[in-house]
């Protein structure tokens, strides 16, 4: 007999992600603000576009982040970034 997959509609998966959520004093700012700086919005697009964010900060983000300002700071990282390589490419062209 093989094993069957076990199909999950929508509301079984949002159970299960939300139960990964840790739910810890630790994610709140000390002064019991419960948003996300300019600052760590930043640092958090950059972690995320690199692979490297924890599950904690990345279920603080979720929590208390602005969708707002993470689609902002996202395009504004994916802008320098596109800058950024059309400025390595024209710098290689030059000196060929």
């Known amino acids: 007999m093989t094993p069957r997959k076990q199909n ?42 690199l692979g490297v964010q924890t599950n904690e900060i990345r279920c603080r983000d979720f929590k208390h982040g602005s969708p707002k300002l993470f689609l902002l700071a996202g395009l504004i990282s994916t802008l320098a970034f596109v800058a950024l390589l059309v400025l390595l490419v024209n710098l290689a062209i030059q000196h060929l």
């Open 8 to 49: 999950l509609n929508t509301n079984d998966k949002h159970k299960a992600i939300s139960h990964q959520i840790p739910h810890d004093s630790k994610l709140q700012h000390n002064d019991g603000k419960n948003d996300v700086s300019l600052f760590k919005t930043f640092i958090s697009v950059l972690s995320a576009g």
